[in-house]
């Protein structure tokens, strides 16, 4: 695996998984000033479920990927964990954290891909 759009596929497969819920890709590349080329969001339904959906994409990323996580975020209250591997960033959120942060709202004028249920 060597370019985003490979890594993009393992985190949401791994997502999948683990029963992530309503996973959205965010292409972040034509708007020239992103941090990252990809956001991925989704959310679980307590932080149990949030906690393991992070384990399990670092753990399935190192795997099948060989890609260290460069940094993560938020383990200790699991509301919001954030991986980063640098050209994709994870944002693993609680339902309610993510309906109060919209970060795809914020992120509107990206390239939305809505991965639908019967998807998942």
């Given at each position: 695996?060597?370019?985003s759009i490979d890594l993009v596929h393992c985190i949401t497969e791994a997502i999948r998984e683990k029963k992530g819920k309503e996973i959205v890709n965010m292409n972040?590349?034509?708007l020239g000033y992103a941090m990252c080329d990809n956001f991925i969001v989704c959310h679980?339904?307590?932080?149990t479920q949030v906690s393991a959906?992070?384990?399990?994409?670092e753990e399935k990323v190192k795997e099948r990927a060989q890609i260290h996580l460069a940094h993560r975020e938020g383990s200790?209250?699991?509301r919001w964990i954030l991986l980063d591997y640098g050209s994709v960033v994870v944002h693993v959120f609680?339902?309610?954290?993510?309906?109060?942060?919209?970060l795809e709202e914020?992120?509107?004028d990206a390239d939305i891909t809505i991965l639908k249920e019967e998807d998942q």
């Amino acid at each position: 695996m060597g370019n985003s759009i490979d890594l993009v596929h393992c985190i949401t497969e791994a997502i999948r998984e683990k029963k992530g819920k309503e996973i959205v890709n965010m292409n972040l590349v034509r708007l020239g000033y992103a941090m990252c080329d990809n956001f991925i969001v989704c959310h679980g339904d307590s932080t149990t479920q949030v906690s393991a959906i992070a384990e399990w994409v670092e753990e399935k990323v190192k795997e099948r990927a060989q890609i260290h996580l460069a940094h993560r975020e938020g383990s200790e209250h699991a509301r919001w964990i954030l991986l980063d591997y640098g050209s994709v960033v994870v944002h693993v959120f609680i339902k309610e954290a993510r309906e109060y942060y919209r970060l795809e709202e914020l992120w509107g004028d990206a390239d939305i891909t809505i991965l639908k249920e019967e998807d998942q």
